[in-house]
């Protein structure tokens, strides 16, 4: 069996389909992983859920902070651009099968076998896999709550940036659900900056990647994608794979049932 990651689809799925194509994605056999954003922005978010549902127990998919739009805006908490490809999913018959099934993905996702971690965005300094595992799953629970609704409404905004133990709930929940799906760039502290989304060699910031900074999870090996602008990185314990095949560069795949991950690039139209 293979083992696949591949980067944020952003509703590109024919892009995503050449992919699978080439890499001879077997569902009956393999398992390939998503790292969320599988939705918004390109130009069928809506048959990209329907395709990616529909590869069942073959695939693997974490929560992005499009796929988080997207269940607010079904909830009535955001709204969506008149052209918005979301709209076709909101106004689809199957709607509240869709963001049932959303509603159900995880967070985070581990293979303690494959020892492989893979979330959308990131994971906090302070936190070890122990730590991570259990936000994730306060964050999932409320998701798949019948108070979800409540809970989507009050994860929005930028504060608090700082980890501590000592936070009340919904500042736990917030901060949590942005290190998730959101961060990019920390102080020197630790502390999420949402200000810069460039590539990291043209910061002038001061800021850091926070997989840069001095980490709990340092040895855990992670894949993660929503920064576009970073592209590609594969070192030891690290996998960066949203390569911007939103905006006209690539959707990548990385095998990762190996001692060394095998990466796979197509080339893909600009949509943005």
């Known amino acids: 069996m293979?083992?696949?990651?591949?980067?944020?689809?952003?509703?590109?799925?024919?892009?995503?389909?050449?992919?699978?194509?080439?890499?001879?994605?077997k569902a009956q056999q393999d398992q390939v992983w998503f790292v969320g954003d599988l939705v918004n922005r390109g130009p069928d978010s809506l048959g990209t859920l329907r395709f990616i549902h529909s590869l069942g127990d073959s695939a693997r998919c974490v929560l992005g902070n499009h796929d988080i739009h997207l269940i607010a805006c079904h909830a009535g908490i955001k709204s969506c651009k008149p052209e918005s490809s979301l709209n076709a999913v909101l106004k689809d018959a199957e709607?509240?099968?869709?963001?049932?099934?959303?509603?159900?993905?995880?967070?985070?996702?581990?293979?303690?076998?494959?020892?492989?971690?893979?979330?959308?965005?990131?994971?906090?300094?302070?936190?070890?896999?122990?730590?991570a595992k259990r936000c994730a799953h306060e964050l999932e629970a409320q998701l798949r709550s019948d108070n979800y609704v409540e809970f989507i409404a009050n994860i929005y905004g930028d504060k608090p940036t700082q980890w501590s133990e000592d936070?009340?709930?919904?500042?736990?929940?917030?901060?949590?659900?942005?290190?998730?799906?959101?961060?990019?760039?920390?102080?020197?502290?630790?502390?999420?900056?949402?200000?810069?989304?460039?590539?990291?060699?043209?910061?002038?910031?001061?800021?850091?990647?926070?997989?840069?900074?001095?980490?709990a999870s340092e040895k855990q090996r992670i894949a993660f994608g929503h920064w576009s602008t970073l592209g590609l990185v594969a070192r030891d314990n690290l996998l960066a794979i949203d390569t911007g095949c939103l905006w006209g560069n690539k959707l990548t795949a990385a095998r990762i049932d190996c001692d060394t991950p095998v990466i796979t690039s197509i080339d893909c139209p600009s949509y943005r």
């Open 2 to 25: 293979a083992v696949y990651v591949i980067g944020d689809i952003q509703g590109c799925l024919a892009s995503l389909q050449l992919l699978l194509e080439t890499i001879e994605f």
């Open 95 to 131: 709607a509240d099968q869709w963001i049932h099934w959303l509603r159900q993905q995880p967070l985070l996702h581990h293979d303690p076998q494959l020892d492989w971690l893979m979330v959308h965005a990131g994971l906090l300094a302070e936190w070890d896999l122990a730590t």
């Open 167 to 215: 936070l009340e709930r919904s500042e736990r929940w917030r901060l949590s659900m942005n290190a998730f799906t959101r961060m990019r760039m920390c102080d020197q502290y630790g502390a999420l900056d949402f200000s810069y989304k460039g590539a990291p060699a043209n910061n002038t910031t001061g800021l850091t990647p926070w997989f840069e900074l001095k980490r």
